[in-house]
């Protein structure tokens, strides 16, 4: 004792404070605190990943949507949140236990944070989901998911208290985040410390657009996104909602702006563009060709059938009475319109800008967080869909929506849902139990496998066959990244029931890497491998997909392996 008192003597002393999650509430139709008892003094941290809503401080009102985030001490009263929408997100209440002789805080922020970060919202819908569950394979997950989440909640933090790196970058993003507020150039110059003339031509110099020009963008693209999600209830309350006082007001500088009156616009066959093939694939699978769309080689093999089976269709057409044949060519025109494939690498910003400017968008759709969604707004709305925390049938819904087309989408989930219940009735009685599965992609010097949250048909195995993740794969928290890589000789180290891999390695090297594996003694060892579970899959390009098109395929690609007789397969 007296050598382990000496030894430590002149190290210094820890100051560190823990944190522990007490309580876990899902907002859903909102929340009020008024009625509740008095509990401990806890720290609390409200994230919000869906629905719109409002939250009330002090009787003051803070507008909450995808993205908002609050952090508050336990000196504040208790809390009501009003649900506009259906909200989905938690409240969270946490404790700090600092160090003896230390004092230790939670995470605090005076307003709602917005526009946060997608990790942040992944990680608080783990923690969710897990919360409630007792999983002896993996009993500190709620712990793990917590405290990265924490770090994550202090790094935008810290983020956010970094100034920018010019005043004009200041002033762009309050803005942006401000715009519908009743806010002035001479507000601005004043929060930036300069004149309101010398704002306005360094801003227009920065921007391309005056204040007034940039403010009402941002407001008719708010609008535009508004209508075309379905939400905006009448032109007098979106009118408000964007930052105008009346829908008279809105209504003439919308179509200033886009030429026509919203009512008009929301009938307007509508160009789009997508810049990633999961979104141009769910387009596809409504029957809808963008005018610019992000393409593999096997959607543009399924592409090119979509665009016969129209031609053939609309030559049987021309037989029926001209009334219909006018009906017709109005749903089918933005079925035809579209033919460009856009390739998004190998661009610099002003070409990439150029070719999509070129196609003349209505709609560009693309995942939240893109670099350039700022940069294409002044040429369209650009709705923004979050990546991972987003499955692709609630993707594929909000895409239906934009389009008109939310009953045809809900109409090809229901069938393909049928096809899941009837594949899962064969595998019932051919596997019982599912078991564990794992998906491999082989990439350069590197494998790879993934969550359901990533496609390359992990969302069908976990998602609607009922196939479990590997332990090691939830000891690693994998749905935190969507997936983790290894080296191709360290495979055997992740033991499955079903081992799929998405096509073998078209380089040498790591072809000779892969044979290897398969020559190793851990590998032969597996219980997949000497069961004869091993799938090596046919058709690696229609794995890449996270979309409708891509599912149904790699379900019936899946199915083939699984129970090569099922009148799927």
């Known amino acids: 004792m007296m050598l382990l008192s000496s030894a430590n003597a002149g ?90 002789g230390e004092t230790g805080a939670g995470l605090e922020h005076p307003a709602p944070l917005q526009r946060c970060p997608a990790v942040i919202l992944r990680l608080a819908s783990e923690l969710a989901n897990v919360w409630n569950q007792c999983d002896s394979h993996s009993p500190f997950c709620v712990q793990q998911l917590f405290t990265q989440l924490l770090a994550e909640l202090h790094r935008e933090l810290a983020s956010r208290q970094k100034p920018a790196s010019s005043w004009l970058e200041q002033a762009e993003a309050y803005i942006e985040q401000h715009f519908s507020e009743d806010i002035t150039r001479e507000q601005m110059a004043s929060r930036a410390g300069v004149s309101p003339e010398h704002f306005s031509r360094m801003f227009r110099k920065h921007t391309g657009r005056t204040f007034n020009a940039h403010l009402t963008l941002l407001r008719i693209r708010s609008a535009q996104q508004r209508l075309l999600a ?48 999961n979104h141009t694939a769910s387009l596809m699978a409504l029957g809808i060709i963008p005018e610019l769309g992000v393409y593999t080689p096997w959607l ?50 002003q070409t990439f800008y150029e070719a999509i400017a070129a196609a003349k968008p209505d709609i560009i759709i693309n995942y939240s967080g893109a670099e350039e969604n700022r940069r294409l707004l002044p040429l369209a709305p650009v709705i923004e869909l979050p990546f991972q925390t987003m499955s692709w049938r609630e993707q594929f819904l909000l895409i239906a929506g934009i389009v008109d087309r939310r009953q045809q989408a809900e109409n090809w989930l229901a069938q393909y849902d049928e096809q899941i219940y009837i594949i899962n009735r064969q595998l019932d009685r051919e596997l019982g139990s599912r078991g564990t599965a794992i998906v491999w992609e082989i990439g350069r010097n590197t494998a790879y496998c993934f969550s359901s949250s990533f496609g390359r048909g992990s969302q069908v195995l976990y998602d609607d066959m009922g196939f479990r993740l590997p332990a090691k794969l939830v000891e ?94």
């Open 11 to 100: 190290l210094p002393k820890a100051q560190h404070s823990f944190y522990m999650p007490v309580r876990l509430r899902e907002l859903q139709q909102g929340l009020d605190e008024k009625h509740q008892e008095e509990a401990a003094p806890l720290y609390r941290m409200l994230i919000v990943w869906g629905g719109e809503g409002a939250l009330y401080i002090h009787n003051y009102y803070h507008e909450l949507s995808r993205g908002s985030v609050w952090l508050s001490g336990p000196s504040l009263p208790k809390l009501q949140i009003e649900a506009h929408t259906e909200l989905r997100g938690i409240l969270l209440e946490y404790s700090c236990m600092p160090a003896a």
């Open 230 to 277: 379905g939400t905006a209830h009448d032109l007098g309350t979106l009118a408000q909602e964007v930052g105008y006082k009346e829908g008279v007001y809105l209504s003439r500088k919308f179509k200033e702006g886009i030429g026509l009156s919203p009512t008009a616009y929301l009938r307007k066959n509508k160009r789009l563009v997508s810049l990633n093939l």
């Open 300 to 349: 543009e093999g399924m592409r090119g059938g979509l665009q016969s089976g129209r031609h053939q269709s609309q030559s049987q057409s021309q037989s029926q009475s001209q009334s219909q044949s006018q009906s017709q060519s109005q749903s089918q025109s933005q079925s035809q319109s579209g033919s460009g494939s856009f390739n998004p690498y190998g661009h610099t910003p």
């Open 476 to 569: 690693q928290n994998i749905s935190a990244k969507g997936f983790i890589e290894t080296g191709i000789e360290l495979l055997a180290a992740y033991p499955a029931d079903h081992i799929f891999i998405t096509g073998p390695p078209t380089n040498p090297d790591d072809k000779q890497r892969l044979r290897r594996l398969f020559q190793s003694s851990g590998w032969r060892k597996l219980d997949a491998v000497q069961g004869n579970r091993v799938h090596v899959l046919k058709e690696k390009g229609q794995f890449y997909g996270y979309d409708p098109l891509s599912s149904q395929a790699q379900l019936q690609e899946l199915i083939g392996l699984l129970a090569p007789h099922h009148k799927f397969a």
